[in-house]
Structures are given as C-alpha cells and as structure tokens.
C-alpha cells in the first residue's frame, strides 16, 4: 500500500490521465480492402476439367 501526501502537481497528473481515460473512444472506419486482396480470392478451390474450365478458373467464378 502506498501512503503519504501527494504533491498538487501529482494531483494534476492524476485529474489529467483520469479525465482522458473517461473519455468515449472514437473507432476509426476500418480499411476498405481492394478485390485483389480479398481473403476468399486467396482461398478458393482447384481448377475444374471440362468444357468451360477456363471460364471457370477466372476470378469471379
């Protein structure tokens, strides 16, 4: 336990960091991430065999 008297410049250090802790958070937007850097993109199943299986080996299949 810490005891004793504190000087009014501790006081005033205490007063300052209390008052900016009550204080609401603002959140900030997150990133738009481009369709290049999509997770899904980088995560998606093997090529197909078969008629059309380079359409479907594109992007956005």
């Known amino acids: 336990m810490v005891r004793g008297e504190p000087t009014a410049e501790e006081l ?14 603002t959140r900030r937007r997150a990133t738009p991430v481009g369709a290049w850097a999509s997770y899904g993109d980088a995560h998606r199943g093997g ?14 299949a």
Request: proline fraction near 7%; glycine fraction near 14%.
């Open 47 to 60: 090529l197909r065999a078969g008629p059309g299986g380079w359409r479907a080996a594109g992007r956005f």
């Open 12 to 25: 005033a250090a205490l007063t300052v960091v209390v008052a900016a802790l009550s204080q609401p958070r």
